[in-house]
């Protein structure tokens, strides 16, 4: 598989969205661009699959599409080539890749990515830099290699897994491409800031299953902003300094939490 023609699912979007009266917009986005879906979003009838969509960052239904700007800058093509590089980098898996156009409600981040075991999203802004784009697909596609090695149903992963899953993607980002494309927010705290934290806030609940029970500790909710996402990438990255290695991604996350600087005890 690999990168799908999205930007031919958009073009008809466009053309017809110009000329159909009798349906709605958000009828037509869904037809259109969610019906193709359902086979990597099984059981969701396309309905579900444009709400789960819209809930990381598809464009709405009556946003002006700027598909032309996006072909000139080669996206597609750039992400293709990055997957083949990092598919044969990783030895990681074919998955099908699906580019759309960012909301502008999320216009301020101008990028957003979803990894799933079986499949990639990218939701994005006109005028990222190429390194940018790379960037984005590869934490992204590092969380599909880590997910498969993992085999782990989402709903049975831990809170260590999630930190983990996080840290590895940003010190992949870092090693492919330098720290200027590291999330900003990786700065926010300091090495006493998040030890203090992970002792207080975390290690009492390392093993709470469910993804969707992580995301308070992860991006914020009653503890600060971005706090577990900062946590992760300094598990890993201090584990690479204690112990380096090119295969991080096959290594336990019980394995890279002990030989981290962030102790259990």
């Excluded at 990222?128 to 596609?141: D, I, N």
Aim: hydrophobic residues 40%; negative net charge; aromatic residues 12%.
């Amino acid at each position: 598989m690999s990168v799908r023609p999205t930007d031919e699912w958009l073009n008809n979007f466009i053309n017809v969205r110009k000329r159909n009266h009798d349906k709605s917009l958000e009828e037509i986005q869904c037809a259109i661009l969610c019906n193709p879906l359902v086979d990597v979003f099984i059981d969701f009838p396309p309905e579900e699959v444009q709400y789960v969509l819209l809930q990381n960052g598809l464009f709405q239904a009556h946003e002006e599409v700027a598909l032309e700007a996006l072909e000139k800058q080669d996206i597609w093509k750039i992400v293709q080539v990055e997957f083949d590089r990092l598919k044969k980098r990783w030895n990681g898996p074919d998955v099908p890749i699906y580019i759309f156009p960012i909301n502008q409600e999320q216009s301020f981040t101008r990028k957003n990515g979803v990894a799933y075991p079986n499949a990639l999203f990218l939701f994005i802004a006109t005028g990222l830099e190429k390194e940018e784009v790379k960037a984005l697909f590869a934490h992204e596609y590092n969380h599909v290699c880590r997910l498969r090695y993992s085999n782990k149903p989402l709903e049975v992963m831990t809170l260590r897994d999630s930190l983990i899953l996080e840290g590895l993607a940003e010190c992949a980002v870092e090693e492919l491409y330098g720290d200027k494309w590291l999330a900003p927010w990786l700065k926010n705290y300091s090495m006493e800031d998040l030890l203090q934290s992970w002792e207080s806030d975390f290690v009492p609940v390392l093993d709470v299953q469910g993804v969707h029970n992580h995301f308070d500790f992860l991006y914020g909710g009653e503890l600060p902003k971005w706090i577990g996402y900062c946590i992760g990438y300094e598990i890993v990255r201090t584990y690479k300094k204690n112990f380096p290695t090119s295969e991080l991604y096959l290594k336990s996350a019980e394995e890279l939490v002990a030989g981290s600087d962030f102790p259990l005890q």
